[in-house]
């Protein structure tokens, strides 16, 4: 799908319709709970949440299947997981893990037998040398300095083999390097949109509140929720609302990029925008100017051109302080968010 930038066309104006609240998610979770035999453990209830939230089409569609298929247990939830959520399955952790300690046993030998190799053509320079204090004839130097030039030959062919070892065993240790880099990306990383995940988000947050306050600069955050985002899905189908969670996901980075924001996605059409260096007003004034940006905005299809509409936001903005936890902080960015919606939507309202 294409996004088209209109300053002509007249904005929608957001109607305020009552927020059903989260506990019709508990009543329709803890009944997959029950039906389905699955013990309300973390990684389980969090499946489910995104489930029915309808965080995205491809997780629906899996769980769907499952379901219909009668597979619906805890395998069938940790593969969902793996497919869906960026978890790393637990046998690809351990076999990373393995190969480190493999390679690092494997670079160990290496290194004794090198030191071996040495050791040996000491001995072979130590006896040599003591061999000539002695009055020594012609043909016992001839003898002599054969063997010392095959321990030099041996050493030589010895280091060589060393340190093809040692290339060989970098080259390894780079791609493992990597392998790690990957998973650990894909941990922190929501698949469907590419910002950070709710682990990643929680993770970051707590890392510059702490960078933020030991520099003694601000820290904002804004939660971001898109407007009335289920009539997308019902309207155009799950895969053009995908798309519109990708390009929201995008135009918030993009528009917090500068001072080193970060985006995550929080869960279904939520995301939290961390601003470091930034109080309240500066940063609603930074996501209100993405707001309008956005809302301006003419989203078509790109197969046929028709006209999506546009696609709105409202948020919620507050400044870190000394006493905040992560999830203080979060809540009253909630609270704030909340506010715009009871105010009409597609706005950004600061924490009072």
Same mark, same amino acid.
């Given at each position: 799908?294409t ?8 904005p ?16 329709e979770?803890g ?12 990684d389980?209830?969090d499946?489910l949440?995104r ?7 491809a ?21 969902l ?14 076999a990373?893990?393995?190969?480190a ?16 190799? %040495? =050791? +040996?053509?000491?001995? @072979?320079?130590?006896?040599g040398?003591? #061999? ?5 004839d012609? /043909?016992? *130097?001839?003898?002599?300095l054969?063997?010392?030039g ?10 060589a083999r ?5 290339a060989?065993?970098?080259?390894e240790?780079?791609g493992?390097a ?5 998973a650990?990306?894909a ?15 929680i993770e970051t ?5 702490a ?15 898109i ?5 997308v ?15 929201v996901?995008r135009? %918030? =980075? +993009?528009?917090?990029? @500068? ?5 995550? #996605? ?6 939290? /925008?961390m *601003?470091?260096?930034?109080d ?7 996501i ?26 409202s948020?919620?903005?507050a400044?870190d ?6 999830e ?7 609270d ?17």
């Amino acid at each position: 799908m294409t996004f088209l930038d209109s300053s002509m066309a007249i904005p929608a104006v957001g109607i305020a319709v009552p927020d059903p609240g989260p506990m019709r998610f508990f009543s329709e979770i803890g009944t997959l709970l029950l039906a389905h035999r699955l013990p309300p453990v973390p990684d389980v209830y969090d499946l489910l949440w995104r489930y029915v939230r309808d965080d995205y089409h491809a997780l629906s569609l899996g769980v769907d299947r499952a379901i219909a298929d009668g597979i619906f247990d805890l395998a069938a939830v940790s593969e969902l997981r793996r497919a869906h959520c960026g978890d790393l399955d637990a046998s690809a952790v351990t076999a990373l893990v393995e190969a480190a300690h493999d390679q690092a046993e494997a670079l160990s030998q290496r290194i004794e037998s090198g030191r071996t190799d %040495l =050791a +040996d053509y000491g001995r @072979a320079i130590a006896d040599g040398g003591a #061999r000539l204090e002695t009055p020594i004839d012609a /043909a016992g *130097l001839a003898v002599l300095l054969e063997q010392l030039g095959a321990a030099t030959a041996t050493i030589q062919a010895a280091n060589a083999r060393l340190e093809g070892e040692l290339a060989s065993a970098a080259v390894e240790m780079r791609g493992l390097a990597e392998r790690l880099g990957a998973a650990e990306r894909a941990a922190i990383t929501d698949p469907l949109t590419g910002a950070l995940n709710r682990r990643g988000t929680i993770e970051t947050l707590e890392r510059l509140q702490a960078e933020t306050r030991a520099a003694g600069t601000r820290l904002a955050l804004a939660m971001v929720d898109i407007d009335h985002f289920k009539r997308v899905n019902d309207r155009f189908g799950h895969a053009l609302g995908d798309d519109v969670l990708r390009f929201v996901a995008r135009h %918030l =980075a +993009d528009s917090i990029a @500068a001072g080193g924001g970060k985006v995550g #996605r929080f869960g279904g059409e939520e995301f939290v /925008a961390m *601003l470091p260096g930034h109080d309240v007003m500066r940063a609603t004034a930074i996501i209100d100017k993405a707001r309008s940006q956005l809302a301006s905005q003419i989203i078509r299809n790109a197969v046929d051109g028709s006209s999506l509409g546009r696609v709105s936001f409202s948020a919620g903005v507050a400044g870190d302080r000394v006493e905040d936890s992560c999830e203080t902080l979060i809540a009253r960015a909630d609270d704030a968010l909340y506010c715009a919606k009871r105010m009409g939507r597609d706005r950004v309202v600061p924490d009072r």
